[in-house]
């Protein structure tokens, strides 16, 4: 099964909204609404912030929400925050193995 | 709240096989999907496999000829075995509370890298 592809980099202002994309295929995100999105500080473990496309478990700031159109997943920033520079990894259940691929990861930096 | 918590060698040498342990407090074993996950340094995420508390197991193609995992639901805690392991298999390994649509619970991750 093949990583999801996802863009190396993404940076944006304080205040301002960023987007990060993933695009799998027919087997993975476009087949499922099971994508998720996990935010990874230096040295930590990663944490779960959307499930099920748009879904925040408690405790996720608001300011992140997820999208999806056909093979293309998105999550997006609003308001962004010194503390949201972090990688951020895609996850989609797949039928190849009916198990789960993650993303390429996207690194996102805060100017 | 629920917690995990990887164990196990830290240093492998190749042709081995490399052997650890998630343990569960704080919560139940049952009725869950267990996953390892594994981040080289400097690299991505990759899914290694899942496991039910049934003992039934998912494995990532790419792995699944070296891959064993198991469950102990009376010690609360599952493994991974990798067998025949070379350097591409040094790593951050964790493990993962898994649901289908997403791991909410990660352990903090344990190193094990692969070396003579």
């Known amino acids: 099964q093949s990583a999801l592809t996802q863009p190396a980099s993404v940076s944006g202002s304080p205040g301002q909204s960023i987007t990060i994309s993933c695009t799998g295929t027919?087997?993975?995100?476009?087949?499922?609404?099971?994508v998720s999105w996990y935010q990874q500080h230096p040295g930590k473990a990663p944490k779960l912030m959307i499930y099920?496309?748009?879904n925040r478990p408690s405790g996720v700031s608001n300011r992140f929400s997820g999208s999806k159109s056909g093979n293309t997943a998105s999550l997006t920033i609003s308001g962004l925050q010194a503390e949201d520079e972090a990688d951020y990894y895609c996850?989609?259940?797949?039928?190849?193995?009916?198990?789960?691929?993650f993303g390429t990861g996207t690194k996102v930096t805060v100017l | 709240q629920v917690q995990l918590q990887e164990s196990g060698p830290g240093l492998v040498k190749p042709s081995e096989t490399l052997s650890l342990t998630c343990t569960v407090s704080?919560?139940?074993?049952?009725?869950?999907?267990w996953s390892w996950i594994r981040q080289p340094a400097g690299k991505g995420l990759e899914w290694i496999g899942r496991?039910?508390?049934?003992?039934?197991?998912n494995y990532n193609p790419s792995l699944k000829s070296r891959v064993t995992m198991s469950v102990d639901t009376s010690k609360n805690q599952f493994s991974l075995k990798l067998s025949s392991v070379t350097a591409a298999d040094t790593a951050v390994y964790y493990c993962?509370?898994?649901?289908?649509?997403?791991?909410?619970?990660w352990g903090q991750g344990t190193t094990v890298t692969v070396s003579s």
């Open positions: 993962a509370r898994t649901a289908v649509d997403g791991m909410d619970v």
């Open positions: 704080g919560g139940s074993i049952s009725s869950y999907y």
């Open positions: 496991i039910y508390t049934s003992g039934s197991t």
């Open positions: 027919s087997s993975d995100v476009g087949g499922y609404n099971y």
């Open positions: 099920d496309v748009s």
């Open positions: 996850s989609s259940y797949t039928s190849s193995s009916t198990g789960y691929v």
